[in-house]
């Protein structure tokens, strides 16, 4: 009898956390969608068929509520014919994606353009720094043109003081843990993810089916 009773206890908690990672990716997804939504912070089509990847994060800064410093994200890999793979998990922290003063939350998208950007998926962690450039993103409002010489085109919005800075020495590392747990693998990473050994979960396919509408245009950035 306790021996069942722990068993659907730690099913329950698995359950818990499986669910906790599945509102990470709709928080995503919704705060993509909030940039759609308005013709002023809409992500041109452009920029997404010209990514070679996307990783889409919320940061807290300085909240006592919070207790310091940190966040969540996900990121997903396009494959050869274009499409976005299902989402891996990854954690911040470090230093500021944006500089920030004061309690804030930050919300950003940045699209991955340069194979030297892709890496980053991939590796357990890594700071974007001097040798990633990144650059505020076009809106569809105005000047669509996709530059071709940045590694990350990025969009962000803050509930804070923004002062500045697009990219500071911000850690990103993979969640291994969380991974794990989603998808129900004991060994699984980034890699197997992105190359289609996991089905897509259904919290993640409205913004998968935008981003690949989006990509359907062909491409303008070279490879890099």
């Known amino acids: 009898m306790l021996l069942l009773l722990a068993t659907s206890a730690s099913r ?12 990470k990716i709709t928080t995503a997804a919704d705060f ?6 308005k013709p002023e912070t809409a992500v ?9 990847g ?12 919070v207790g310091g410093t940190g966040g969540s994200g996900i990121g997903l890999k396009k494959d050869a014919s274009g499409r976005f793979s299902a989402p891996a998990f990854y954690t911040l922290g470090g230093a500021s994606l944006g500089l920030q003063v004061g309690g804030s939350k930050t919300q ?9 950007a892709l890496q980053t998926l991939t590796d357990n962690k890594f700071v974007w720094s001097g040798n990633v450039r990144a650059v505020a993103g076009p809106h569809s409002t105005g000047d669509s043109t996709v530059d071709n010489t ?3 085109i990025l969009y962000q919005q803050s509930s804070g003081l923004d002062v500045g800075a697009m ?12 991974n794990r747990a989603f998808y129900g693998s004991p060994m699984i990473t980034p890699s197997e993810i992105f ?15 935008s981003l690949n509408s989006q990509s359907s245009v062909i491409p303008t950035a070279k490879g890099k």
């Open 12 to 23: 329950a908690g698995d359950e818990d956390v499986r669910q906790a990672l599945s509102d």
């Open 108 to 116: 950003s998208v940045a699209f991955l353009m340069s194979d030297k």
């Open 167 to 178: 990219v500071a020495a911000t850690e990103i590392s993979v969640d291994n843990d969380g």
């Open 32 to 37: 993509y969608f909030g940039l759609q939504a």
């Open 44 to 52: 041109p089509d452009s920029v997404v068929a010209a990514a070679k």
């Open 150 to 152: 940045a590694d990350v």
């Open 54 to 65: 996307v990783i889409i994060l919320t940061r807290w800064s300085g909240s006592l509520a």
């Open 195 to 209: 190359t289609g050994s996991v089905s897509i979960p259904d919290s993640a396919k409205p913004l998968i089916t």
